[in-house]
């Protein structure tokens, strides 16, 4: 089926799923600004192959689903309060993200499905683990962190980037797309015309780059996860690179420290990104996440 609007959580989700009817439910849960298309669709194709009927979607404040452009917040303002620990208003967190997710599961028939998330796709799937345990299976997080300010904060460089002025031509989003595959790319697989048709795709579909400072609030707004993660008894993988400059991985070692049985995957030369050299290792870390839930709960978790 091609790309479908949702209505659930009081707001608009624009979603792609592909796959057979009777494949395992996966869904995969995208990254800061980033929209659907970000997972390829070769990626997705490769896990149709494996057996799993694929959900992705846009989150809030990206690609086709709502923006949040009434929202009135300084976001560099917000961000200072933030750390320092005052309490302020926001649009949105990641627990409301997270209940998305999990109401799209529902509207699509696919609840409860393994789900996995990359970067801020991870955060919004641990926080689904904690908060809305009747939708998942088991959890990949991929290049993603705890919430806690002391692990996974990015380097100079590369914070310098994700918050230098976002482009306004496509041939800007070209030159930043290069820029972010050599400050935060895979060292051991660049690969920048990869990075380079990604940014063209996500230009020609949808803009909104407004919705990338909201997001990036929510994130700063949500707090830590780590005893919360405690808690959590599905099956976890958390996959990092230990080249990761932008969630640095000690994010990714948090993250599995926290959760108990989590199996922690820590990928040579993978920076922040996924490139196509390293699918079939994510892709059977998947595998092996979703084959836990068999051998933890056949009753709950038979496919």
């Given at each position: 089926?091609?790309?479908?609007?949702?209505?659930?959580?009081?707001?608009?989700?624009?979603?792609?799923?592909?796959?057979?009817?009777?494949?395992?439910?996966?869904?995969?849960?995208?990254?800061?600004?980033?929209?659907?298309?970000?997972?390829?669709?070769?990626?997705?194709?490769?896990?149709?192959?494996?057996?799993?009927?694929?959900?992705?979607?846009?989150?809030?404040?990206?690609?086709?689903?709502?923006?949040?452009?009434?929202?009135?917040?300084?976001?560099?303002?917000?961000?200072?309060?933030?750390?320092?620990?005052?309490?302020?208003?926001?649009?949105?967190?990641?627990?409301?993200?997270?209940?998305?997710?999990?109401?799209?599961?529902?509207?699509?028939?696919?609840?409860?499905?393994?789900?996995?998330g990359a970067s801020m796709g991870g955060m919004i799937v641990q926080t689904m683990a904690i908060e809305q345990p009747q939708a998942v299976r088991s959890v990949v997080s991929?290049?993603?962190?705890?919430?806690?300010?002391?692990?996974?904060?990015?380097?100079?460089?590369?914070?310098?980037?994700?918050?230098?002025?976002?482009?306004?031509?496509?041939?800007?989003?070209?030159?930043?797309?290069?820029?972010?595959?050599?400050?935060?790319?895979?060292?051991?697989?660049?690969?920048?015309?990869?990075?380079?048709?990604?940014?063209?795709?996500?230009?020609?579909?949808?803009?909104?780059?407004?919705?990338?400072?909201?997001?990036?609030?929510?994130?700063?707004?949500?707090?830590?996860?780590?005893?919360?993660?405690?808690?959590?008894?599905?099956?976890?993988?958390?996959?990092?690179?230990?080249?990761?400059?932008?969630?640095?991985?000690?994010?990714g070692r948090r993250t599995a420290e926290a959760v108990p049985h989590a199996v922690h995957v820590e990928l040579e030369g993978m920076g922040h990104n996924l490139p196509r050299?390293?699918?079939?290792?994510?892709?059977?870390?998947?595998?092996?996440?979703?084959?836990?839930?068999?051998?933890?709960?056949?009753?709950?978790?038979?496919?």
């Amino acid at each position: 089926m091609g790309e479908t609007i949702h209505q659930v959580n009081g707001i608009e989700l624009c979603a792609e799923v592909r796959g057979p009817t009777d494949g395992v439910p996966l869904l995969l849960v995208m990254g800061l600004g980033a929209q659907l298309v970000s997972w390829e669709d070769d990626f997705v194709s490769r896990l149709v192959d494996r057996g799993y009927r694929v959900a992705r979607f846009d989150n809030r404040d990206v690609g086709r689903s709502t923006h949040f452009d009434d929202a009135d917040i300084d976001v560099m303002a917000t961000l200072r309060a933030l750390a320092k620990g005052e309490q302020v208003d926001v649009p949105y967190t990641l627990s409301d993200m997270a209940a998305d997710a999990a109401a799209l599961l529902e509207e699509l028939r696919m609840s409860p499905a393994h789900v996995v998330g990359a970067s801020m796709g991870g955060m919004i799937v641990q926080t689904m683990a904690i908060e809305q345990p009747q939708a998942v299976r088991s959890v990949v997080s991929i290049m993603s962190t705890t919430g806690d300010r002391d692990v996974g904060q990015p380097t100079a460089e590369a914070n310098e980037l994700l918050f230098s002025p976002p482009p306004t031509t496509e041939d800007e989003a070209v030159e930043r797309a290069r820029a972010s595959d050599a400050t935060w790319g895979s060292p051991a697989h660049r690969d920048p015309d990869a990075a380079v048709e990604r940014a063209r795709r996500e230009w020609n579909r949808v803009r909104n780059p407004a919705g990338v400072g909201r997001q990036i609030v929510a994130i700063n707004a949500s707090g830590s996860r780590t005893d919360a993660l405690g808690g959590v008894q599905v099956p976890v993988t958390v996959i990092h690179g230990d080249a990761d400059t932008l969630v640095t991985p000690s994010g990714g070692r948090r993250t599995a420290e926290a959760v108990p049985h989590a199996v922690h995957v820590e990928l040579e030369g993978m920076g922040h990104n996924l490139p196509r050299a390293l699918w079939p290792r994510i892709m059977d870390e998947i595998d092996a996440t979703v084959a836990r839930t068999r051998d933890t709960d056949p009753t709950r978790h038979t496919d």
